[in-house]
């Protein structure tokens, strides 16, 4: 706990000005920030001893218990004034509890529910997921907490909820294909995540590579080596390929995003300031042996989502929307994968009936970007809609675009290394990368965007950069009626 005060005080020591003012905030908050701490602490102490490893004799072998909270994780609940919290422990706790407090409330406790998880491979081994919600956090303000039980607690972490309202910027890291071997961006997006660089984290699929391999023991490690960044801000997901193993089961039983309990963190969405974000499962496009049941479902929800979303007092109060999924729509890669194809699953819709198609419901409802990962380089796309390029302007293509806007983000870092690109560059590509890297990006008001691409193999270099702007977020059909 002592280092965990000492990051916090020399945030605060490095921004100290010599006035009256200033000290009395500065012991005022301090003083906040202790009092929960030593309350939380005081829990601790006053608790059971936490018993990690409890031997049982099972016959002449001793089998240890371990009900330590392990991987944890937060995402954002049904609403922004909640946090759901969810953590393992290899065996069954006595109860799923979080001790939390903030804003010199009264420190509180919630408690919430354990579920048994059983990976499909051949131990089939089990460990124990438990999920808890903190409701009605207070905006804008700081939360300590730790969970678990009588029987062991974590650490302590702490968390920054959102403002309210839309009028705030909006800042976020984004990446996805990051293993647990050579996870090249993991250390940078660490530091940033604990510096409050981010309100949020996004992993746009394909984790751990893979979670389920040796029995899922390299998930468990993937999440252990996340939780510098996933136990401090909420941790937004989409499954990707590399999750489709028992049915994505890995996915669904390890992760809590809103309306999990009903779509099990396979697609939904969340308002964060003047952004709308949608998650979705563009794998249910490709492993239809588990039937066309999830993906007819996810599109008609998809609809009614960006209806819901592009009525217009609600979008101009909220007006960007962004959407992310694994699989591209388009690609110039050499990999030969299905971006690279015209008739690509996820833009167009199932094979010769094209039923479901995305780009469609991108382009039917004005939705600014579109970011995407799998394959493992960066690329921005210009402004376009089926393989047409629709820029702004020639010498402004991202300010007022007639069509959605583009990227891929999938080189965080896995053990399969790079995606190499087609020697020739396609006209609506317009920016390429393979260097190992993540996407910052914040959104500064309703018409201003900005994202910028990080290069870890250059130190933390910023590659390439970008503002796209909409002074109207319409439909581009009309966009294009109106030049």
């Known amino acids: 706990m002592r280092g965990f005060l000492t990051r916090r ?17 500065f012991n005022t908050a301090t003083a906040m920030r202790v009092t929960t701490l030593v309350a939380v602490v005081a829990l601790v102490v006053e608790a059971r001893a936490a018993v990690v490893s409890v031997p049982q004799l099972t016959g002449n072998a001793v089998k240890t218990e371990d009900f330590q909270p392990q991987q944890i994780h937060i995402a954002v609940g ?75 607690w974590s650490e302590i972490f702490s968390f920054k909820t959102w403002k309210n309202g839309t009028d705030w910027p909006v800042s976020v890291a984004m990446y996805g294909d990051m293993g647990a071997v050579n996870a090249q961006s993991l250390a940078r ?34 999440m252990r080596e996340i939780q510098p960044i996933a136990a401090y801000v909420p941790y937004m997901t989409c499954p ?25 963190s396979l697609f939904f969405s969340w308002n964060m300031g003047p952004v709308h974000f949608i998650a979705v499962n563009t794998e249910a496009y490709y492993f239809l042996q588990y039937g066309l049941k999830p993906l007819a479902r996810q599109y008609d929800w998809l609809i009614e989502d960006l209806k819901e979303a592009t009525k217009p007092e ?43 198609p ?61 995606d190499h690109f087609m020697p020739e560059q396609p006209y609506w590509s317009a920016v390429r990368s393979i260097d190992y890297g993540y996407t910052r990006l914040t959104a500064f008001n309703k ?9 870890d193999d250059k130190d933390g270099e910023v590659i390439d950069s970008v503002w796209l702007i909409r002074d109207r977020h319409v439909a581009y059909s009309e966009l294009r009626q109106d030049k």
């Open 9 to 25: 005080q020399s945030k605060h020591h490095y921004s100290f000005v010599d006035n009256t003012k200033t000290r009395n905030w």
């Open 78 to 152: 049904e609403t922004n004034s909640e946090m759901v919290v969810t953590w393992v422990t290899p065996d069954a706790a006595n109860s799923s509890t979080v001790n939390y407090g903030g804003g010199g409330s009264p420190l509180k406790t919630a408690e919430g529910s354990a579920t048994r998880f059983t990976d499909g491979g051949s131990e089939k081994r089990s460990f124990w997921v438990h999920r808890v919600t903190l409701p009605d956090l207070l905006p804008d303000t700081r939360y300590f907490y730790h969970c678990g039980s009588s029987d062991g």
């Open 189 to 222: 997006l660490q530091v940033e995540t604990q510096a409050g660089k981010y309100h949020a984290v996004i992993h746009v699929g394909d984790f751990a590579y893979d979670m389920d391999s040796d029995n899922a023991r390299v998930g468990d490690e993937f």
């Open 240 to 264: 990707g390929n590399h999750e489709h193993m028992y049915n994505f089961s890995n996915y669904r039983g390890r992760f809590s995003m809103p309306r999990y309990r009903d779509t099990e």
């Open 314 to 356: 609600v979008r101009a109060e909220r007006p960007w929307i962004i959407l992310f999924g694994h699989r591209p729509m388009y690609c110039s890669n050499n990999d030969h994968d299905d971006c690279t194809r015209k008739n690509c699953l996820t833009r167009v819709g199932m094979p010769l009936i094209h039923l479901y």
């Open 358 to 418: 995305m780009e469609t419901l991108l382009d039917q409802y004005g939705v600014d970007l579109a970011i995407w990962a799998h394959e493992h380089s960066y690329e921005r796309l210009w402004p376009m809609y089926d393989y047409t390029v629709l820029n702004g302007s020639t010498e402004y293509p991202y300010t007022n675009p007639r069509g959605p806007v583009h990227f891929t983000t999938g080189s965080a870092g896995c053990s399969e290394i790079h």
């Open 447 to 455: 018409t201003h965007v900005y994202w910028e691409q990080v290069s």
